[in-house]
């Protein structure tokens, strides 16, 4: 039997009502799984995603994933002890010894060609040696002893004892690491002498902080270095770490020993200095796996840095 006109039209209205329907479903699950979406990766950016073992968030609320790096790693970086107690066992502190007079700017002198540095402390130094000019138009500073090679350093030792002096034995010295200079003053030729901080000198040991250096041996701190006498060394470590020690009076030994309060997992160590901020923490070494590898927690998505402390754990800096 043909469909009678009113059964064809009350067939079409359903055919349409029905496609309508079918539309308004496929609008509303698309705005559901948008908005969907949308709460998934609120979560994500809150760090509350518990299925990832990797990820675990402490007080910074960034979000943090798991690395391996080789145990040896423990002795590079520019944060590395190196004292009669803690031998120097890497090669380049991680970085490259670079040729001096071929990177240095016009602001310094060095004592002789083929001197060598690491090469981020060098690029600092040139900063501040820069700065330097620019604040007392000075360029008398001379670097009178960089990196220093294991054998030489004991050639230096075995000098100083000769003459009653005190001097590192070689692997124990801070020169090996490629990250400590000794500063001369070298006015005119044939005048030479070792870095004092009074005159226009003083601002190199007021302001190497900014440039990531530290004078190291404080004789006020001799208990903890080992070393007095020693105005003219300066060492990079980086200018969070720098401001903070500075600030807080501490060697560099003081200083490592405190970071392990601000261990992974419990909270960091904020530090502003210089319009920007930092984030640090320790993570201590633990080669559980057997591999020869170690476990770190970096942040994801950030600027960091990472250096051992050549005793029993590493140190990680976020810049934000
Ligand atoms: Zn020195």
Known sequence: MMP????????????????????????????????????????????????????????????????????????????????????????????????????????????NTGMQMNDLALKNF???????????????????????SGDRQNVIYNQALENSKVESKGGYSEHQTGLAVDLGIYPEEGKSYRYVPSGDYAWIRDNCTKYGFIQRYKDDKAENTGITDHAEHFRYVG????????????SLEEYLQALKKYAYGSKTLNVSCFDKDFEIYYIRAKDET???????????NCQY???????DGFIVTIEK
């Open 239 to 250: 200018i969070p770490h720098a401001w903070y020690m500075t600030e807080n009076d501490l």
């Open 290 to 300: 057997g591999s020869g590898n170690v476990e770190l927690y970096v942040p994801v």
């Open 305 to 311: 840095s990472v250096s051992g402390n050549n005793a």
């Open 4 to 111: 009678s006109d009113s059964s064809r039209r009350r067939k079409l209205k359903q055919d349409r009502s029905m496609l309508i329907g079918a539309a308004a479903g496929v609008v509303l699950l698309i705005i559901f799984i948008i908005c969907g979406a949308v709460s998934g990766s609120k979560k994500e950016k809150a760090g509350a995603d518990d299925s990832a073992v990797s990820k675990k968030v402490i007080s910074s609320k960034l979000e943090f994933e798991k690395k391996e790096v080789p145990y040896s790693d423990i002795s590079k970086g520019s944060l590395i002890l190196v004292n009669d107690s803690h031998p120097y066992t890497s090669v380049t502190a991680g970085g490259a010894l670079v040729d001096i007079s071929s990177e240095k700017n016009e602001y310094y002198s060095i004592r």
């Open 126 to 148: 040139n900063s501040m040696l820069e700065g330097f000019y620019q604040e007392c138009s000075n360029r008398d500073i001379m670097i009178t002893e960089a990196y220093v």
